[in-house]
Structure formats: C-alpha cells, structure tokens
C-alpha cells in the first residue's frame, strides 16, 4: 500500500510531489494521460511566477517541477484515474490503464477545466473553427480571422498570442469593462491587430462541419448581427474537475472541494486537496504551489498521527 497517491499534475499537485517525496513517503502522482502538467502546458509566457525574473514558457515551468518532483523520488504514473472509493482507511484508485492502487492518503489536484459556452454546434466544431487553446491551435489560424470570447487575464493572453498568426483578432466581452489584470488590458488594447467588440455575447455558432462565423447579440439591447469568422477561441474561465470524488467529499456552494479553514482537509480523513480545485478565487500557479505545499504538509501530519 502507498502512504500518498497524488491525483494531477499541475503546480499544486507537483509541489504535494516534491514535499511528500522529500519526506520519504514515496509518493505515486497521477498525471493523465494526455493533460499531464495541467493548464499551463497550454499557456505561453509566464512573467509573473516568483524566481523567474525574465520569465518561461508554461510548459518549461511544468518540466522543471516534474522534474523536482523526480528528482527526489516521486513516481510519475501517466495514466487517467476513472475511480476513486475514498471512504475507508485504505483509499481505492483506478486507471483507465487499468491499474488499482491503494493508498493511506490521497490528495487531490485535479484543477479546474475550461468552461463551455453552452451553445448548441460547440461541441460538434470543437476542433474545427471552434478551440480552447490558442497555443495549440494558433498556428491553423495563419492570416486568418479570428474571435477570442471573454474579459480575463485568459482572453488577453490568447488574444495577444494569436495576432502572431491571425490577420485580425476580434475580442469580444459581454460587459463594457475587463475583469483581466490591468497590465494584460493594456497590452491587448495597444496591440493594432486586436478589435474590441464590447458589450457582446455569442448568440448562435454558424458553419457545418467547420466554424463560418457567429452570430452575435447586443448584451445591452439586445440587436444580433453576423460576424465571419475563421476561428473561435473561448476563454471565459474555468469549472473546477470535481466529477471524480463529487459524492464521496463535500463541495461548496460553488462546487469546488470544501477544505477546513486554511488547511487541504478535505470532510474525508486522509483525503486532501489543492490547487484550483479549491479555489475560486486566485487561480495562479504560484497560489497553487503553496496550496500543494498545504496538502503535502497536511498528508504528512496525517501519516504520522495515525501510525
Ligand atoms: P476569469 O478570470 O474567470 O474570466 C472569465 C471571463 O470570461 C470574464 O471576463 C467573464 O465575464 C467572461 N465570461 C464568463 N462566462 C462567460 C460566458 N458564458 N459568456 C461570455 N463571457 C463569459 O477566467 P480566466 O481569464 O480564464 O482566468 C482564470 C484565472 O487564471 C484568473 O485568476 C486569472 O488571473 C488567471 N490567469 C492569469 C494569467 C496571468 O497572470 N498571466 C493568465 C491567464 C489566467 P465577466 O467579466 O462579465 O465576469
């Protein structure tokens, strides 16, 4: 049996690595199979993560604390978990590789998702006109016209990242303010290729088996008109990934795991969690760090006091 089986591979959960680990509790971390080093694998430019004064590319931070993780002996396991039973002393995990673990704690990093528009045809141009991930994607977009959907620091960032490849960026917000950072405004509103649209939400997406453009709605009176498009990006935030343990741990009102005051207690003994799970409020990667910081250090007063 494991002493701590780590679920996500994002800062928080590759910090809970590099503690449990530099404890001696041999730690197993789940990563996923395809999403492992989490949300900033899918970033560009980060500036703003302490001790890297001239900044890093997102996935360049992700290897560097894989590898810190490893370093001290934490197994990195690229695979999904399907199925958790964390009710008892010994906690089950599955694999969709079809592995079962058992371990005395678990802690939980599985971070938050990007969050959907909900309109119908999204799903179904999903990866056709239609993306979440400018640095995945961008480069499909090459003199091409664009939309990026949203007002936070997420929607600056793409917006400014595809004019490296679009012609014309359209950024449309539904409220006549951004809510990103006042730096990350700036930027985009300096930036020649960017076209505010404000005051505006997507209505309708057209196209049949690739994206044509959308149909946009006035959010203050309500007029729609059509906008040609080549690409979609949607930048509107995220969900926290709760689905795995929704019915076993308790969740706020806003459906993120429920922690116990400043801790990663999570109402399971021996459960914990960290990062954007947790949180609806922060969501950086250097708040995550310390939040796996906070569980590895959580896991570890467990295991001893149980012993
Ligand atoms: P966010 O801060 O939650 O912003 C989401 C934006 O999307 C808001 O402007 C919101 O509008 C809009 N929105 C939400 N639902 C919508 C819908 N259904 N239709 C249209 N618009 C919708 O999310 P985020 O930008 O992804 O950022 C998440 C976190 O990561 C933040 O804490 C952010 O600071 C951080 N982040 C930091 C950096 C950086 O520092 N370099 C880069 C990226 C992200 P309203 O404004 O009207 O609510």
Request: some cysteine; glycine content about 12%; proline content about 3%.
């Amino acid at each position: 049996m494991r002493e701590v089986i780590i679920i996500g591979s994002g800062p928080a959960g590759y910090t809970a690595g590099i503690y449990t680990a530099r404890a001696g509790l041999n730690p197993l971390l789940i990563a996923s199979s395809v999403e492992a080093g989490g949300e900033l694998m899918k970033t560009t430019e980060v500036e703003n993560y302490p001790g890297f004064p001239t900044g890093l590319q997102g996935p360049e931070l992700m290897d560097a604390f894989r590898a810190q993780a490893e370093r001290f002996g934490t197994e990195v396991l690229l695979d999904d978990v399907i199925e958790v039973d964390l009710s008892g002393t010994v906690k089950i995990v599955k694999t969709g590789g079809g592995q079962t673990f058992e371990a005395k704690t678990v802690i939980l990093a599985t971070g938050a998702a990007y969050r959907e528009l909900g309109l119908p045809k999204e799903k179904e141009l999903s990866g056709h006109g239609v993306s979440w991930c400018a640095t995945c994607d961008g480069f499909f977009f090459r003199e091409k016209t664009i939309a990026v959907i949203g007002g936070g620091d997420s929607a600056m960032e793409e917006a400014n990242f595809l004019t490296r490849f679009a012609s014309k960026v359209y950024l449309i917000h539904r409220r006549d303010t951004f809510k990103a950072s006042k730096i990350m405004q700036e930027r985009a509103l300096a930036n020649p290729k960017i076209e505010v649209i404000w005051n505006t939400e997507v209505a309708e997406l057209l196209g049949d088996g690739k994206l044509s453009g959308i149909v946009t709605r006035n959010t203050v009176d309500g007029t729609t008109a059509q906008l040609d498009l080549d690409g979609l990006f949607i930048a509107v935030g995220n969900d926290p990934r709760v689905w795995l343990v929704e019915n076993q741990v308790e969740l706020t009102a806003e459906k993120f795991i429920k922690v116990d005051g400043r801790s990663s207690k999570t109402s399971l003994p021996g459960v914990f969690a960290c990062g954007d799970v947790i949180d609806p409020t922060y969501r950086q990667a250097i708040t995550a760090a310390g939040s796996g910081c906070v569980a590895a250090l959580d896991a570890e007063h467990y295991l001893a006091s149980v012993k």
